[in-house]
């Protein structure tokens, strides 16, 4: 599992997954979230402006990424 930290309240999805490497483009994570390739917190999320919070786990294909705030 990798980590990112953000520095801020959250971040939403779409943002993330490009921010991580997940995908290359905002284009890319929109179209992934909205086919339901894209889990949070072991569920699949649909919402590509989900709030993702400190805690929160984002998982695509084999890769799992754990939100971390900044301390």
């Given at each position: 599992?990798?980590?990112i930290?953000?520095n ?5 999805l779409?943002?993330l997954m ?5 995908c ?10 909205q ?13 590509r ?11 695509y294909r084999?890769?799992m990424i754990?939100?971390?705030?900044e301390?």
């Amino acid at each position: 599992m990798e980590t990112i930290t953000i520095n801020e309240e959250f971040i939403r999805l779409d943002h993330l997954m490009k921010f991580s490497g997940m995908c290359n483009s905002g284009g890319r994570a929109k179209y992934l979230i909205q086919n339901g390739e894209v889990k949070l917190n072991g569920e699949i999320c649909t919402m590509r402006g989900k709030k993702i919070r400190p805690g929160d786990k984002v998982e695509y294909r084999n890769r799992m990424i754990e939100v971390t705030a900044e301390p």
